[in-house]
């Protein structure tokens, strides 16, 4: 994911420092060549030879250290970033950078360079609220400068609210989305995930395999993209992806009636969710004893969501998925036609490396225009940026 990158992790003085070691983590994980400076005070908190071994790279602590500053100077660390991430960025830090101050390795690298600077800020909660703090954040996110916004909890210094160092994992995505290209800015997509489920009685219900990955990939990479994003999901136990609105929903009729509210604000709706195609035409208020050896239950079909939207008058770009068992070729192109759709991703769910509940899939991508692509193997991150790929392409030249 960030093979070729080179970050900057700058890591200012404050408990949270300890977490940026996880982030340090991420990101070599995924590939980036990462670069730490400390400030005097973050090594009061963890050591330079901690980031040191993780990086496998030099660790920047003095401004005026010949040796590092002959080797690789701050210039040349500004000048080599794709990327500058601080974190935990202090009120202190951040403040000199409002201000215009560098008086150290780090300040001086992040005034020096021209790649994108993400704060991840960290601080009790009175100095998070303090005019003067949030006048400097509001400078810097009007100069261009990227937050990842504290979150609220039981802090360190023993106060409750805003200021704890947002997740290693949430720092990553939005380090993530900094370096995506944003061919979707200012496109609004609406992204349906996961099962339905129709409920019998209170302790039973009708559902399907669908886990929401394939979904949530679709929303967290939209996302990184530019796009805002609305996802409608069906109950899964997935994390929240970032920067994203989530709308739960529980049952197709649920679905139906949260998509419909927001289709004349959609540039693009993208339904990966396996809705359940009936419902149990009556639930009971109680549960149902098992005093009978046999009984049946009456089922009614639920209305076809992207089938109704197909039939609108003026629809955003559909893309419908097609989970097929059999024939995926003519079922997929059917679909398509039938609820007439810009494109159809169809996916074999009898296979069991790919489909449903897994962290891979395979599809073949059919087009309007009978054009169709194959999609081999892969993780459903890497097929949902094909997927977007395809259609922020559409949009441009539709
Ligand atoms: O969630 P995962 O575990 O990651 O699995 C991913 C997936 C297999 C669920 C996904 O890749 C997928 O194939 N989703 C579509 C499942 C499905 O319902 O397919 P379908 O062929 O039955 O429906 C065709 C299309 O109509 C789908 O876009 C579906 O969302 C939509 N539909 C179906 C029925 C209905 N009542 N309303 C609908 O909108």
């Avoid at 400097?136 to 023993?158: D, I, M, T, W």
């Avoid at 992204?191 to 009685?201: F, K, L, M, N, S």
Wanted: glycine share 6%; with cysteine; net charge positive.
């Amino acid at each position: 994911m960030l093979k070729n990158k080179q970050i900057i992790l700058g890591v200012s003085g404050g408990i949270a420092a300890y977490k940026s070691v996880e982030l340090l983590r991420l990101l070599t994980k995924a590939g980036a060549d990462v670069h730490v400076i400390m400030t005097r005070s973050a090594q009061e908190f963890v050591t330079p030879l901690t980031f040191q071994a993780l990086s496998s790279n030099a660790v920047h602590t003095e401004l005026f250290n010949l040796l590092s500053e002959q080797k690789i100077g701050h210039i040349s660390l500004a000048d080599r970033a794709d990327l500058f991430i601080v974190a935990p960025a202090t009120a202190n830090v951040i403040g000199k950078i409002a201000g215009g101050i560098a008086d150290d390795m780090l300040t001086t690298t992040i005034m020096a360079t021209k790649a994108p600077v993400l704060f991840a800020p960290a601080m009790n909660v009175n100095m998070y609220k303090n005019q003067i703090y949030q006048e400097n954040e509001q400078k810097l996110r009007r100069y261009g400068y990227l937050f990842e916004a504290p979150v609220s909890g039981s802090l360190a210094c023993g106060w409750e609210g805003e200021g704890k160092l947002a997740s290693p994992e949430a720092i990553f995505e939005s380090a993530l989305a900094a370096l995506t290209k944003k061919d979707l800015t200012g496109r609004k997509i609406l992204i349906t995930a996961g099962p339905t489920r129709e409920e019998i009685d209170p302790v039973r219900y009708i559902s399907n395999h669908s886990s929401g990955k394939m979904g949530y990939a679709l929303a967290r990479c939209a996302r990184m993209r530019g796009a805002q994003v609305i996802l409608v999901s069906g109950p899964t136990s997935l994390m929240k992806p970032a920067g994203v609105t989530l709308v739960e929903v529980t049952s197709a009729m649920d679905m139906q009636r949260e998509v419909m509210a927001q289709v004349a604000e959609c540039d693009v709706i993208i339904k990966a969710a396996a809705v359940a195609d009936y419902r149990p035409s009556k639930r009971s208020s109680s549960k149902i004893k098992k005093d009978v050896d046999c009984t049946a239950i009456e089922l009614v079909k639920n209305p076809d969501i992207l089938a109704t939207l197909g039939n609108m008058d003026r629809r955003p770009f559909l893309v419908g998925f097609a989970a097929e068992t059999n024939s995926l070729k003519k079922n997929a192109s059917k679909k398509l036609a039938e609820k007439n759709l810009d494109m159809i991703v169809a996916n074999d769910v009898s296979q069991i490396d790919a489909g449903f509940n897994v962290d891979n899939n395979r599809a073949m991508i059919f087009f309007k225009d009978g054009r169709n692509v194959e999609c081999p193997l892969m993780p459903k991150k890497r097929l949902a940026d094909v997927i977007l790929g395809y259609i922020a392409v559409e949009l441009l030249e539709g």
